[in-house]
């Protein structure tokens, strides 16, 4: 399945008939009441930038007995993570900053092309871009990242390299909801990582990486059928 651009998908694309009602993810004080038949797998729309372990965890749980599906996968450069969600038969578009006039005119066709796919759940999986606004806007609450250290340690792009450099004996990892700070939105899970003396920042990463796998599937297990009620800095799964 090839990888297309974000123009092509424009041309082609055909805004689905409204699904069933599904499991809203609200960033409100309720809990959502599912109404979703139980039959309709949740829409999720992976973002990634890198080699797509993670998009692959998640791609590979959907093909068995679990409450959602991958819809699509939306890249920002040519990345394995593509080549995975071909070998998937997962949609695949990528949106590449260069080749919109500014970060703004990016952001609002990223946004355009993840809408088009209708989730019910957005996950950053390596993906090495801010989303700005209008993005953050369209997904409210919906928006999961998984950042590869016990936040609010280490944010950035290079966590498990700042993690060695510091020192710290252990790191870990945090999911978390996305919002406009950069690793700043409320946690919805988190799990530690020894760092072992010998750890390179590659050997220590993949570590991270096996533990990320895991716990990134079972979190938008919960999020889809159970919702989450985000108070403050407070992210409750019910
Ligand atoms: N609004 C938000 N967008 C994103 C968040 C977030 O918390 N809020 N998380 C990131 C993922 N991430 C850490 O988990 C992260 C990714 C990239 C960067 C960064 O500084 N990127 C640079 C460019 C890097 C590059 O292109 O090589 C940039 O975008 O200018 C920081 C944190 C997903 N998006
Ligand atoms: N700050 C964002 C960031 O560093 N994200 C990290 O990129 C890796 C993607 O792995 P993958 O490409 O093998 O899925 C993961 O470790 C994820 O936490």
Known sequence: MPV?????LARSVI?????NSHTDVRSTHSAPVDSRDPETPSRVVVLASGSGTLFQ?????ATGDFPACIAALVTDRDCEAEARAQRAGIECVRVTPRSYSDRAAWNHALTSVV???RPDLVVTAGFMRILGPEFLAAFPGKIVNSHPALLPAFPGAH????????GVRVTGTTIHIVDEGVDTGPVLAQEAVTVGTDDSESSLHERIKAVERRLLVEVVAALVTRGVIIDGRKALIP
């Open 115 to 117: 809408d088009s796919y």
């Open 57 to 61: 965890a998640l791609a590979d749980a």
């Open 15 to 19: 805004r689905r008939s409204a699904l």
């Open 159 to 166: 966590a498990v390299r700042d993690a060695l450099s510091y």
């Open 4 to 8: 297309a651009s974000s123009d092509e």
